[in-house]
């Protein structure tokens, strides 16, 4: 299937302060083919190698998305919480971005369990269920719902393991990614200097912690997984 022009260019990235890593005592020696240089104590990433990665993984997205398969994007910062619930909406994906239950995905059946509750107390409270209740059982169940609304509410449509995870930062999503390297699933993830390559399939060196540097890889993931599900492939009919 032909792909479009992602548009990754130096200058944006630039611009965005995708090259800029941590301090250069704050480094995992297995990024050092990922840093071009050291700049006044700080590592300064290779945007070519940034870029060929992050052409990759929209790539692999894009062909996924034309499958129909299904992706939940993980970012659980405070700084980014908007832009994981921002991307995932506008390209129809799952996402989780206040935080990754232990167990959501190895221990599935747990997971579908407080699904179905959380999908109950919606209904309920959007009925009106809970007026007609005494005031201090509602707002037990309207505290139940508000927590599980705040875990779940990304994912409250995913109704089996993903087939590929985004995550924009490995150290803060680290269970996430052991769930997934469990159970078999890719992952893409942004890595920063003091990150370790090896433990995502698809690394896409960048800074980790600036919120335009995450936008800017985040929008190319999100436009790439639009474009391949405007091109999905329907089964012929035989």
């Keep these: 299937m032909q792909q479009k022009n992602r548009n990754i260019d130096l ?11 941590h301090q250069t ?3 995992n020696p297995k990024m050092s083919s990922y840093i071009f240089t050291e700049r006044r104590g700080v590592h300064i990433l290779d945007l070519t190698q940034t870029a060929r990665l992050l052409s990759e993984a929209c790539d692999l997205v894009f062909d996924a998305a034309a499958e129909g398969k299904e992706f939940p994007m993980v970012g ?10 921002s991307a995932a909406l506008r390209s129809k994906c799952h996402y989780v971005n206040e935080k990754w239950l232990g167990g959501m995905l190895t221990n599935w059946v747990t997971t579908e369990t407080r699904l ?22 509602a707002a037990i169940l309207r505290g139940q719902l508000f927590r599980l609304k705040k875990c779940l509410g990304g994912i409250q449509y995913m109704s089996d393991s993903p087939d590929i995870a985004t995550t924009t ?7 996430a990614l052991r769930e997934c390297s469990i159970l078999g699933i890719p992952t893409i993830c942004i890595v920063d200097t003091d990150c370790d390559p090896d433990l995502v399939d698809v690394p896409i060196p960048g800074n980790d912690d600036a919120r335009s540097s995450i936008r800017w890889i985040l929008d190319k993931l999100a436009l ?3 474009e391949g599900r405007l091109n999905i492939k329907v089964p012929e009919v035989t």
């Design 11 to 21: 200058e944006g990235m630039m611009a965005a302060g995708i090259h800029f890593g």
């Design 25 to 27: 005592q704050r480094w």
């Design 76 to 85: 659980t910062k405070h700084q980014v919480t908007d832009l994981i619930a």
């Design 116 to 137: 179905r509750r959380f999908q109950y107390l919606q209904t309920e409270e959007d009925k009106g269920g809970f007026n007609r209740l005494p005031k201090q059982e």
């Design 169 to 175: 930062d490995q150290h803060e999503q680290s269970t």
């Design 224 to 226: 790439a997984i639009h």
